[in-house]
């Protein structure tokens, strides 16, 4: 269940057809019936706070959200309370879709930044199987693309140096921001701390603090109050030695 800091709205501020993110280049185009239907699958938004929980691991929620603007992040805590973060949820991100599959969520999720959400109906998501399977398989990509993501992230913590992870991490997160038109024109500044990093990289924060100031040297990123500016992304990205995203348009729900 969202947390008190989530303010639903029965208004809808952006209808599915008239959505800011539709006219994006990353996203596919959806015929008619395709819309008509998430226009009435969706139930409302929802306004989220920063450092508001959205979904708690272990909780049944009746709703699947999509991310119209800000951030979050997945993540799963031990007993001790040591947190792991899986991956970080940006506008277009679908939310609880593990959760209507598998009963219950397996993880929470975190707003990073004030956030807007798109709000469906759980129980509606098996007439997309039965009766749009376009959507259907859109759905079916989206899980794979997030299993593709978690594969990324495992081969980075399981064999890239603490240097090596950090760049990664930064240019990745910075190259899913970018297509969704985060920071505009700006430069991509993410807003997350340094515990974030060494949460999600599995470094210690003294590591951390240490490892961000050796890409700070080579004026890769800049820190600031409001998270980590991205000042190199290639830079980033030859240091992790990835190449990057490789991925054509993708579907909006």
């Not at 269940?1 to 280049?25: D, K």
């Not at 376009?134 to 980075?156: F, H, K, P, Q, V």
């Not at 997160?173 to 993410?190: D, M």
């Not at 515990?195 to 004026?219: C, E, F, P, W, Y």
Request: charged share 25%.
């Amino acid at each position: 269940m969202p947390s008190q800091t989530g303010r639903s709205s029965s208004s809808r501020q952006y209808p599915c057809e008239q959505r800011p993110l539709r006219a994006l280049p990353v996203f596919r185009e959806f015929e008619k019936p395709e819309l008509a239907f998430i226009s009435k699958f969706k139930k409302g938004e929802l306004a989220v706070d920063k450092g508001a929980t959205v979904l708690v691991e272990g909780s049944h929620s009746a709703h699947l959200y999509t991310v119209l603007s800000g951030w979050a992040f997945r993540y799963k805590l031990l007993q001790d309370g040591r947190r792991q973060i899986l991956n970080y949820l940006m506008p277009g991100d679908l939310i609880g879709l593990q959760g209507s599959v598998m009963g219950e969520m397996q993880h929470s999720v975190e707003a990073l930044s004030p956030m807007l959400l798109c709000v469906f109906e759980r129980d509606n998501l098996l007439e997309i199987y039965r009766n749009h399977p376009g959507l259907a398989y859109d759905i079916t990509w989206i899980a794979s693309r997030e299993e593709r993501m978690l594969d990324e992230n495992l081969l980075s913590v399981g064999r890239r140096s603490a240097i090596e992870r950090a760049a990664y991490l930064v240019a990745f997160i910075a190259s899913r921001a970018k297509v969704v038109g985060l920071n505009g024109t700006q430069s991509i500044q993410i807003p997350i701390t340094q515990q974030h990093i060494a949460d999600t990289l599995g470094l210690s924060l003294v590591h951390t603090n240490k490892t961000i100031r050796k890409l700070m040297d080579r004026q890769l990123i800049v820190w600031r109050d409001g998270g980590c500016g991205v000042v190199n992304i290639e830079g980033l990205k030859q240091l992790a030695g990835w190449e990057g995203l490789a991925e054509g348009r993708r579907p909006l729900i």
